[in-house]
């Protein structure tokens, strides 16, 4: 970053925005100009080079084929990769999470190379689909309450040993490893399963983002009442009996 400037790139949403996943590049975007930041958004189609001098790299869910497309073109186009290599702070939900692990299983049946930026591996489930509302405690290091979002896959994402779990489920299934972990990061590379979308829900990860962009420990106070009041209500359908 340069001089108060944001640069936040929203990848592939012709492929990977479902769910309203394109609602954490709105509230990114919002929260940096609250706290007089000025945001230069680029929104990357699956057709464009992936720029690599981007400050938060966002990325949402797809289905199958989508998500098989995405990833052959990242995986082709090198920019991400090379974004993450210089220090780029990558946000990923669902499917885009998985394509930031080493691999996943596409619309084909077949195991599908992925960019290798967290320490993870995802095959398809065999019981029922993960669905449902979803209520986690964010990994204490993080220093975030905790996470609310509405999961809807088949994955099950298991974790290798340099990534940490981004949160444990109080209720849900997250990864759906039966293990009680949800959603994977390492010191700049993030995914979840949640979609929401997750940072209406949960407007402190968005903070964390800008922090790491900004290397700040904290960011001037905002206006947090209507995500409050969101969060109180998704909290309390997360913990209602099915």
């Known amino acids: 970053m340069s001089n108060n400037s944001l640069r936040l790139v929203w990848v592939y949403p012709d492929l990977l925005s479902t769910y309203g996943d394109q609602g954490n590049a ?21 057709d464009q080079p992936v720029p690599t ?33 210089n220090g780029a702070i990558i946000f990923s939900v669902c ?3 998985q394509i930031l692990g080493h691999e996943f299983i ?8 992925g960019l290798g930026l967290l320490d993870v591996v995802s095959t398809r489930g065999e019981g029922a689909r993960c669905v449902g509302d979803v209520l986690a405690d964010i990994d204490p290091q993080l220093g975030l309450p ?13 974790l290798g040993p340099t990534a940490r779990p981004f949160a444990r ?3 849900g299934r997250g990864n759906g490893t039966g293990d009680g972990t949800e959603g994977a990061y390492n010191d700049t590379v993030f995914g979840t399963y949640m979609h ?19 290397d700040v420990n904290a960011l001037p106070p905002t206006d947090d009442r209507w995500y409050e009041a ?12 099915a």
């Open 169 to 171: 489920v109080r209720f």
């Open 106 to 113: 596409n619309d084909l049946g077949e195991r599908e190379q």
């Open 53 to 85: 001098s981007g400050d938060i790299y966002l990325i949402g869910g797809g289905e199958d084929r989508p998500q098989r497309l995405a990833a052959e073109r990242l995986r082709r186009d090198g920019g991400l990769a090379r974004a993450a290599s």
């Open 95 to 97: 499917a885009g999470y």
């Open 196 to 214: 929401g979308p997750v940072m209406a829900r949960n407007p402190m990860i968005a903070d964390l983002l800008l922090k790491l962009a900004l």
């Open 26 to 46: 709105l509230v990114v975007e919002r929260r940096a100009r609250q706290r007089g930041l000025d945001v230069a958004r680029v929104d990357v189609r699956s």
């Open 230 to 241: 969101l969060r109180a209500e998704r909290v309390a359908a997360a913990t209602q009996p």
């Open 146 to 158: 905790p996470l609310t979002g509405f999961e809807n896959h088949q994955g099950v994402t298991h």
